[in-house]
T-cell receptor, first 113, second 114 residues
C-alpha cells in the first residue's frame, strides 16, 4: 500500500536554532502534502500545506519544500521557540474526494531553553 | 464555531464492557472521520462518512467496532466487547474537502481498557 516515511522520530534543538523534518512518499500521484502539529493532550492541527504545483511555501517561521522528482518534502522551522515543542506529522494524499490521507509516523520536537 | 467536539475526554472501562465514543463535527463539514492513535501504529483511519453515509470502513479492526452517523451533527464509535488492546486515543475529525484534504481534529478520547 501507499506509505509515508518520516525522519527523525525525535529531534532536540536549542531555542533559536532551526529544525528540519523530512518525509518521503511512495504514491507518485500524490499532490497534496499537509503538516500537522500535535501538542500534548490535543488533536493534530494543520499548520501548513503545499500542493504539487509549487516547490516551496512559507508562513512566518515555517516553510515547506517539495521535490516531486525525488518524492521528498520537508518542514523547516526557523528561530525555534519553546511553544514549537510538539509532535509533527507529515502526510500525503491525492487531493480528491476519494483519496485518503496517509500520515507519517511523527517527529517529537523538543526545544531546549 | 467551537471546532470538533468529542466526549468523553477520558474513558476507563473493564474488559468486556461496551464503550461508546461521541463526536460533533464542525457545522457545514460534509465529511467525518474516526482515527485511532497508538504508539505502535501511529494515526490510523478507521472509517469515514460523507453526508452521514459510511464510505470506507476498511480500517475498522474487527466486528467489535461499529460507527454510526444518524445526522449531520452527531456520530458515535462503539466497541463491544472492549479488550485491553483497544486502549488508544480515538480522534474524530471533520472536513469540507474530503478525505484527501484539510482535516480538523477534535481533542480526542483517551480510552483505557483494563
Amino acid at each position: 500500500g501507499e506509505n509515508v516515511e518520516q525522519h527523525p522520530s525525535t529531534l532536540s534543538v536549542q531555542e533559536g536554532d532551526s529544525a528540519v523534518i523530512k518525509c518521503t512518499y511512495s504514491d507518485s500521484a500524490s499532490n497534496y502534502f499537509p503538516w500537522y502539529k500535535q501538542e500534548l493532550g490535543k488533536g493534530p492541527q494543520l499548520i501548513i500545506d503545499i500542493r504539487s504545483n509549487v516547490g516551496e511555501k512559507k508562513d512566518q517561521r515555517i516553510a515547506v519544500t517539495l521535490n516531486k522528482t525525488a518524492k521528498h518534502f520537508s518542514l523547516h522551522i526557523t528561530e525555534t521557540q519553546p511553544e514549537d515543542s510538539a509532535v509533527y506529522f507529515c502526510a500525503a494524499s491525492r487531493y480528491s474526494s476519494a483519496s485518503k490521507i496517509i500520515f507519517g509516523s511523527g517527529t517529537r520536537l523538543s526545544i531546549r531553553p | 464555531d467551537a471546532g470538533v467536539i468529542q466526549s468523553p475526554r477520558h474513558e476507563v472501562t473493564e474488559m468486556g464492557q461496551e464503550v461508546t465514543l461521541r463526536c460533533k463535527p464542525i457545522s457545514g463539514h460534509d465529511y467525518l472521520f474516526w482515527y485511532r492513535q497508538t504508539m505502535m501504529r501511529g494515526l490510523e483511519l478507521l472509517i469515514y462518512f460523507n453526508n452521514n453515509v459510511p464510505i470506507d470502513d476498511s480500517g475498522m479492526p474487527e466486528d467489535r467496532f461499529s460507527a454510526k452517523m444518524p445526522n449531520a451533527s452527531f456520530s458515535t464509535l462503539k466497541i463491544q466487547p472492549s479488550e485491553p488492546r483497544d486502549s488508544a486515543v480515538y480522534f474524530c475529525a471533520s472536513s469540507f474537502t474530503g478525505p484527501g484534504g484539510e482535516a480538523f481534529f477534535g481533542q480526542g478520547t483517551r480510552l483505557t481498557v483494563v
